[in-house]
């Protein structure tokens, strides 16, 4: 399996740098979408889906969308096969094992919404604003032990926000670039945009695994939000404007780092 998965480190870097500029435009997309709710103006989801629709509207929308799920799809094949080349740790199989099942995660994460951004190019639709809360009902209602699933899921979430927390505070991102290939001023504005960019990520995460969680403790699937309904709830907050503005920066700055990582990505490991 492993020779089928793996390429040519030339063809995977190409693949893995397609994935990240499609990465890079959706969360510059969805910080300027997010800076819209924080100033009340607009109604578009600032959501990757949302992003998508904007795009779709826009000149040539239609072949800006499909190029997107192109990468999308590029994206996702590059974690795949990571999942079977990444050498990991040798000396730390549990962490070996996370790593592995979130290369696994991302890329079936990523197969959707490049289905997402084809059916929005296509004109077969891009998903709805309640597909979570729908998702979230079926779950709760028709699979056993559902409603603990559904928390599962929704620690999961959690824990993915305090990863991207971690990787803020610790600068382990910086390992997946070729720092060699950098300057020192490079370096230093990368991870400064870096930081700001996983922060903004470990609050929405984190946001968005708690709504999964009192879904379930409720049994209310509408409680459940994915990135805009957390979005909207930081905004009708007292203090959410402002914050909300500081998230949208960083999602917007998150966009920019993963431009950048297009540049220097690393892909050696």
Known sequence: MTAIIDLPSTTRRRVAQAGLTARGVLYCLVGLLALRIAFGGGSGQASQSGALQTLAQQPFGTVLVALVGVGLLGYAL???????????????????AVMRTSYIMRGIIYTGLAFVAFSTAFGSGGGGGNSQQTLTAMIMKDVPGGVFLVGLVGLIIIGVGCYQGY??????????????????????????IGVAGHSARAVVFTLIGIFVIRAAVQFD???AKGLDGALQELSQRSYGPWLLTLVAIGLFLFGIYTLVRTRYVDVSK
Do not use: C, I, Y
């Open 221 to 223: 699937p509408q409680e």
């Open 78 to 96: 590059w974690r795949f096969t990571q999942f079977f080349t990444e050498k990991g740790s040798e000396d730390n199989d549990t962490k070996n």
């Open 167 to 192: 990787q803020a505070f610790s600068d382990d991102f910086m390992e997946e670039l070729r720092q060699h290939e950098m300057d020192q001023r490079m370096r230093t504005w990368v991870r400064r």
